[in-house]
């Protein structure tokens, strides 16, 4: 995160991916079976396109020397030196844990790596993913475009669309909060409701870059606010809004209403509003938590490698119930990204990002 004194984001990045944790663990293994499920309803996933679409117009009020198109690209590097370790981490682990599950011989996994290549790469899960497609997320076969960690496409989806919003943002800032972010919202929004399928023009990639030009005009409407005095009253009302909003999408999220995608993006967009403006009561209690800062720095991890464990723990236990099956899932999953946290953090970014170790413990 840009700015560390909004750890409410951070938190809130903890709740939102723990809730994904525990819907794709009801579509990848309880649906069908007749138990009655939790979390049915999670469409949050906005919520971190909005995120990455405001940092990323944050960078291009940033004003640097050097032209839009190294501008825009050095954002990029920024943004893969990352992601990357996180996501080939996330690519690693679920590739050993299926290929355990499914018993691949020794002869076999060779062959099997090599079709795996676009994946470990990048490539592939954004580009081939089939948005609503089977929940069996991984098919040994002899054929190239392996998927073992579908859940990737976001975190390819925001490279690209970064690299792309970026350029046309710095090129011509006007241009792009006046016309071309509220008229490829709508144009989106024809696309994907008309159901339309291009080959060249992947339904992920207009999803992550909608979300992301809306959390780029997001960025506007918080400057408006964090420059506006706040009056007790008002103080208190964003107060209400942030406990309201909160409850409100939680419940929602547990009791699994069939809303309208555009409906739930619209209160996950106005609660970023209110997270991101920072300024009423509650944000003041999550400022004050290292706890909350830290859950937000596991975050990306968690939602790297969850979809390993949702395949190991059945393949462990395979009689276990529904509510252990979610307590011990969320569990391993948050173990586990720990560990990816500290290891990306002391032995990969050192050189990875070429930061020093002294840099390193300041934090």
């Not at 396109?49 to 020397?65: E, I």
């Not at 691949?104 to 081939?128: I, K, W, Y």
């Not at 909608?210 to 997001?218: K, N, P, R």
């Not at 942030?242 to 995608?261: E, P, R």
Request: net charge positive; glycine share 6%.
């Amino acid at each position: 995160m840009e700015e560390e004194n909004r750890t409410q984001v951070g938190f809130w990045s903890f709740i939102f991916v723990i809730a994904i944790v525990i819907s794709n663990l009801n579509s990848n293994v309880w649906e069908g079976t007749g138990t009655k499920l939790i979390f049915t309803g999670v469409k949050v996933l906005p919520y971190f396109m909005f995120l990455s679409g405001y940092y990323l117009m944050v960078k291009v009020k940033k004003k640097q020397k050097e032209s839009v198109g190294n501008q825009a690209w050095s954002y990029t590097k920024n943004v893969i030196s990352t992601l990357y370790p996180a996501f080939l981490g996330g690519v690693v682990l679920a590739f050993i844990v299926q290929n355990v599950i499914a018993k691949t011989r020794l002869s076999a996994l060779l062959g099997t790596l090599m079709n795996s290549l676009g994946e470990f790469l990048g490539f592939t899960p954004l580009l081939s993913l089939e948005l609503g497609s089977s929940a069996t997320h991984f098919n040994i076969t002899s054929q190239s475009l392996v998927i073992w960690n579908k859940p990737l496409w976001l975190l390819s989806g925001i490279v690209v669309s970064g690299l792309i919003l970026y350029y046309i943002a710095a090129k011509n800032e006007d241009f792009f909060k006046t016309v071309f972010a509220p008229l490829f919202l709508i144009i989106s929004y024809i696309y994907l409701s008309l159901n339309l399928d291009f080959v060249w023009l992947p339904k992920a990639l207009i999803i992550v870059m909608a979300g992301m030009s809306a959390g780029m005009l997001l960025y506007y409407l918080v400057e408006h606010l964090q420059h506006k005095k706040f009056s007790d009253n008002l103080t208190m009302f964003f107060s209400i809004l942030h406990i309201g909003l909160a409850m409100f999408i939680l419940y929602t999220c547990y009791a699994g209403f069939n809303w309208s995608s555009i409906s739930y993006a619209l209160v996950i967009y106005l609660f970023c509003l209110v997270l991101l403006t920072n300024k009423d009561y509650i944000a003041t209690f999550y400022n004050k938590s290292k706890i909350c800062a830290f859950l937000g720095k596991i975050t990306l991890y968690i939602y790297v490698c969850h979809i390993a464990f949702i395949d190991l723990i059945p393949y462990l236990f395979p009689y276990m119930d529904y509510t252990a099956s979610i307590i011990f899932t969320n569990a391993f999953t948050i173990c586990f990204a720990m560990l990816m946290y500290y290891v990306d953090t002391w032995a990969i970014s050192p050189i990875f990002r070429k930061k020093k170790r002294k840099e390193l413990f300041k934090k």
